[in-house]
C-alpha cells in the first residue's frame, strides 16, 4: 500500500476569519469557499498543504495543549529571528519564543486561531 498525504481538515467557530488569518500571517492562498451566506468550509494551500477550515459555531471550546489530537502545525523558515521579529511587528503574539532546541533546531510557538498552536522551525 502507498499512502500520500491530502489534507488537513481544522474546525473553526469563524472559518472566515481563521483563513484570514493564515492568509495574512503565512501567505496561504485561498483555493476555494463553500457556503452562502454563511460560509461553512475554507479551503487553502498552505505551504503545499491543503487546509480545511470548517464551521463549527457550537463547537466546544478550543484545546489547550497539551491537548490529545492534533498538537501543531509546523512550519519552516530559513531565518527564525528574522521572521519572528517581523511578525512580532505586526502585532503576532509568541506563546513560546525563539527556543535553541538542540543544535541545529531552533524552534518559537505561536497560537491560531481556535487554540491551533502553530511551530515556526528553523533547521540547519
Given amino acids: ?4 498525504f491530502e489534507h488537513l481538515h481544522l474546525r ?3 472559518a472566515a476569519a481563521a483563513a484570514t488569518f493564515y492568509v495574512d500571517t503565512f501567505g496561504a492562498r485561498e ?3 463553500e457556503g452562502s451566506p454563511t460560509v461553512t468550509r475554507m479551503i487553502l494551500d498552505l505551504c503545499g498543504i491543503t487546509l480545511f477550515i470548517e464551521h ?3 463547537a466546544n471550546p478550543p484545546a489547550k495543549p497539551l491537548n490529545r ?3 501543531h502545525i509546523g512550519l519552516v523558515v530559513d ?6 521579529s517581523a511578525m512580532k511587528q505586526q502585532g503576532i503574539v509568541f506563546a513560546i519564543d525563539i527556543t535553541n532546541v538542540r543544535p541545529g533546531l531552533r524552534t518559537a510557538f505561536l497560537d491560531g486561531p481556535d487554540g491551533v498552536r502553530i511551530e515556526l522551525l528553523q533547521r540547519s
Fill in 12 to 14: 473553526s467557530s469563524d
Fill in 56 to 58: 463549527a459555531p457550537d
Fill in 1 to 4: 500500500m502507498t499512502f500520500r
Fill in 69 to 71: 489530537g492534533i498538537e
Fill in 79 to 84: 531565518d527564525l529571528t528574522a521572521t519572528v
Fill in 31 to 33: 483555493i476555494g469557499r
